[in-house]
């Protein structure tokens, strides 16, 4: 049996009660190869490491909901994306954003799959499978994010058949 691709409603469901703001969601383009460098892959995999699933997140999106969650005020995140910079303390949220957003991807009589590795923008580049996964057609989730006062950026999900 294959794993459910997790509708958009939960996706923005689960950040909305993390974040405590509204998250306003609509389908977009997946992220292109020319991005991946400066976004945000989150790798999941099942108890024997095999990938599993792939989420990116724009650097953009990385910096504003990992900016919410800290409380930092939007003005600071907005300098944040100006400067293509990324604060320990926000890399630290991001990756726990990430591991949050595992609990999307189990469901019960499935195997558990979990957050393996968050690859921050800017920094070393993820597995070429991970990278391959989340630019390929397949089943995924491509969504535009609006975090409410800050602002927002592009999220895929790709899950591995």
């Not at 900016?67 to 005020?73: N, R, V």
């Not at 592009?154 to 899950?159: A, E, Q, T």
């Amino acid at each position: 049996m294959s794993r459910p691709l997790p509708a958009a409603k939960h996706i923005r469901d689960l950040l909305e009660d993390l974040l405590g703001r509204t998250v306003k969601i609509s389908p977009t383009d997946p992220l292109r190869a020319a991005e991946m460098h400066q976004s945000l892959v989150a790798v999941y995999v099942d108890d024997r490491l095999k990938l599993a699933a792939v989420v990116g997140m724009s650097f953009p999106l990385t910096i504003y909901a990992s900016a919410a969650l800290g409380l930092i005020p939007p003005g600071g995140a907005r300098d944040f994306v100006e400067e293509r910079d990324i604060s320990p303390m926000l890399a630290e949220n991001a990756t726990e954003i990430c591991n949050i957003i595992g609990t999307v991807l189990n469901h019960e009589g499935m195997p558990h799959i979990r957050l393996y590795q968050t690859y921050l923008p800017g920094g070393a580049p993820p597995p070429n499978d991970a990278g391959g996964r989340l630019l390929a057609l397949g089943r995924r989730v491509d969504l535009t994010l609006e975090i409410a006062g800050y602002g927002g950026g592009k999220f895929s999900l790709s899950l591995v058949e």
